[in-house]
């Protein structure tokens, strides 16, 4: 299994050395800088246009013939301006953010920061964010798993694009049951007042950038985005590295029901 020996290798190895190995299939062909093999970046699927513009999911071809906003947006829209997406929740990509979420694989938050910085020229080049807010997880969840997986992602967009990183701001009051274990509606209502941002107004006038890994429904981006606009933001945007769609959801591996 090379994610043993990938694993066996870079335990031995100086944190600060990653050696040239794909990321994310272990393979010896990388060229340039990138930390994943051509095979492996030709077999990416990105959430690619026709895109609700507000939600950023992709549109049905009904949809796509008559509006640029999906149903679900039009009929009730969302709290966020904007909310964009990378790649689709499947194969190399889910198991890059599993090995990196569940198993503390840390040297995969590079290919995936990779790609968030690569979503976020896509859409959000021209955003003017002031700030960037990473979803934040529970104190409890922080104490298992050991780290954000959102803040560190989200550190690494920073730097890359010189909005500043604020991960104090926004914190997650309610340890919620894990959103892919519910249905759609129950997955609203678990996230109520689970979010709060502390000093009141201090996202007063500010244009935010709020950055997580995976969504399914977008509850969760919704929620937060309600704190935020009540913190007086002037803008909410949204950058989520992975979509899983609804059928990655029926039956989700166990890592996900467990710790998502
Ligand atoms: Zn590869
Ligand atoms: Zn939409």
């Not at 994610?3 to 040239?20: K, Q």
């Not at 095979?39 to 246009?49: F, I, Y």
């Not at 914190?171 to 502390?198: D, G």
């Amino acid at each position: 299994m090379w994610h043993e020996t990938l694993s066996l290798i870079l335990n031995s190895v100086s944190s600060a050395f990653i050696p040239d190995l794909c990321l994310l299939c272990g393979s010896e062909n990388l060229t340039g800088s990138t930390s994943v093999c051509n095979e492996c970046r030709t077999s990416l699927r990105w959430v690619t246009p026709p895109i609700c513009e507000v939600c950023g999911k992709p549109l049905t071809k009904l949809e796509d013939e008559n509006s640029t906003v999906c149903g679900a947006c039009l009929s009730s829209p969302p709290a966020y301006d904007m909310a964009r997406y990378g790649l689709y929740y499947e194969k190399s990509v889910r198991a890059a953010i599993t090995r990196f979420k569940f198993n503390a694989f840390l040297y995969s938050s590079r290919p995936l920061a990779e790609f968030l910085i690569e979503a976020f020229d896509r859409y959000y080049v021209d955003g003017n964010f002031d700030v960037i807010l990473p979803v934040p997880v529970h104190k409890r969840r922080l104490m298992t798993r050991g780290f954000n997986q959102a803040v560190i992602l989200s550190r690494k967009l920073s730097k890359a694009t010189g909005i500043p990183l604020d991960r104090t701001s926004l914190i997650k009051t309610r340890n919620t049951e894990p959103q892919a274990r519910l249905s759609r509606s129950q997955r609203l209502s678990n996230l109520t007042n689970a979010f709060q941002v502390k000093n009141g107004n201090s996202m007063s006038q500010k244009r935010v950038l709020l950055v997580d890994d995976v969504s399914t429904t977008g509850a969760t981006i919704t929620e937060v985005a309600k704190v935020l606009q009540t913190a007086g933001a002037n803008y909410v945007g949204a950058l989520i590295l992975a979509l899983r769609t609804r059928d990655g959801s029926i039956n989700p591996k166990q890592e996900d029901i467990v710790y998502s």
